[in-house]
């Protein structure tokens, strides 16, 4: 029989500008609301694995395991990758395998700590070309933006439609952020506050069309799902993942108006598991820009490829808290997503589980999907790079 992953316990802090606190800080903050969630002690977990981008950067911090044994006083196995979808993969194929019952996964970043030492290291994330050619981390998004238009035609009245759409995007997410007490902004913006803030920029997107930088940690603990149901009765499975690479350089790519990893990962991890897309009502995307939102429920296939803008816009002429595609209600980013959220690199996809694990539990409060139909199923993606590798995965609750 094979071994399923269940997530029992979560947890995080609140994203944003942490200056007062140290990385140990963040971490034990966001064990602790896991470990009471499920009555799990530090003396119960077999291994750890953690995610952080720039950690021995900006806190200058060595071997980052060393450091960890030290502050969780255990010594067992414990591993260091980038996203927090990474480490989860680890996480998983050890729970699969049957070499460990319990694992802890883990993400941090102190981002807000050195920006101005880390922005060459964001800019190198997204290709070495493009930084030496005096690109910034926002650039590729615009040349995103650009391609997306002239490959699908849009002009005129429609150019402006789908530039308010990605407006709305924004504006969507802030809303969304006002019920989440872990966000970064917790306020309302509008329409007019992101188009004035691109006319500012004299650009094509502008300060509220990018996620923040942001500081914060969360949390998670996995184990089989015979363990699972020692400590809890609603488990969250992990049903299906999979995910995929591209080239690091995004001007070298066959398509700049997509990313196939995403395309990639959806597909692999839906042959995994029996559910349809149609079956997944949640989604939490990978949205470091409004860009990136709308092209990811293309690529994830909710969308058909130059629509996703179309079913945005109207959507949001009178917002009810999800989008409509083809008649079916799909709810996106109930957390306020990166843009409101908060986006602390190594963190963020413990954030994107967290929100899907609380409301496939009926446990998110003030943004509680309220659905016509059962809420069984979410779907997480995250990104590295600018599209250079995607994670997708498939919770469920059976």
């Not at 950690?55 to 255990?74: A, Q, R």
């Amino acid at each position: 029989m094979q071994i399923c992953p269940a997530i029992v316990a979560a947890g995080r802090t609140r994203f944003g500008e942490h200056y007062e606190k140290e990385p140990e800080k963040l971490i034990e903050e966001a064990w602790l609301k896991a470990s009471f969630d499920a009555d799990i002690e530090r003396k119960d977990i077999e291994a750890f694995y953690l995610s952080d981008y720039f950690l021995p950067i900006t806190n200058k911090l060595g071997l980052e395991e060393g450091f960890l044994s030290e502050l969780t006083e255990l010594h067992v196995p414990m591993e260091i990758t980038r996203s927090f979808s990474s480490a989860l993969s680890n996480a998983c194929n050890a729970i699969k395998s049957g070499k460990h019952k319990i694992v802890l996964v883990g993400g941090i970043e102190k981002m807000t700590d050195r920006w101005d030492k880390i922005r060459d290291d964001l800019m190198l994330l997204e290709g070495p070309w493009s930084y030496y050619a005096g690109c910034t981390p926002e650039a590729n998004h615009e040349l995103m933006l650009r391609a997306y238009i002239k490959k699908y035609g849009i002009k005129q009245e429609d150019e402006e439609k789908l530039n308010i759409a990605l407006a709305q995007i924004s504006v969507k997410n802030h809303l969304h952020a006002t019920k989440n007490e872990y966000a970064q902004y917790q306020r309302k913006i509008t329409v007019e506050n992101v188009i004035n803030a691109r006319k500012e920029a004299r650009k094509p997107l502008g300060l509220y069309d990018y996620a923040p930088v942001s500081d914060g940690a969360a949390m998670l603990i996995l184990t089989n799902d015979e363990t699972a149901k020692t400590y809890t009765d609603k488990p969250i499975y992990i049903l299906g993942s999979s995910s995929a690479t591209d080239y690091l350089n995004y001007p070298a790519r066959d398509d700049l108006t997509h990313f196939v990893v995403t395309r990639m990962a959806i597909a692999n991890a839906l042959k995994t598991v029996d559910v349809k897309l149609s079956d997944l009502q949640l989604v939490e995307l990978c949205d470091q820009s409004t860009v990136m939102e709308m092209v990811s429920l293309e690529d994830l296939g909710f969308c058909k490829p130059g629509t996703a803008w179309k079913s945005i816009y109207e959507s949001c002429q009178d917002y009810k808290g999800y989008y409509e595609i083809d008649g079916n209600k799909l709810y996106v980013n109930m957390d306020g997503g990166l843009k409101a959220d908060g986006n602390p690199l190594g963190a963020t996809g413990g954030a994107e589980i967290f929100e899907i694990f609380k409301q496939l539990r009926g446990q998110a409060g003030e943004r509680q999907v309220k659905s016509d139909r059962e809420l069984k199923y979410g779907c997480v993606l995250e990104l590295e790079g600018f599209g250079t590798k995607g994670y997708v995965y498939i919770l469920g609750r059976d």
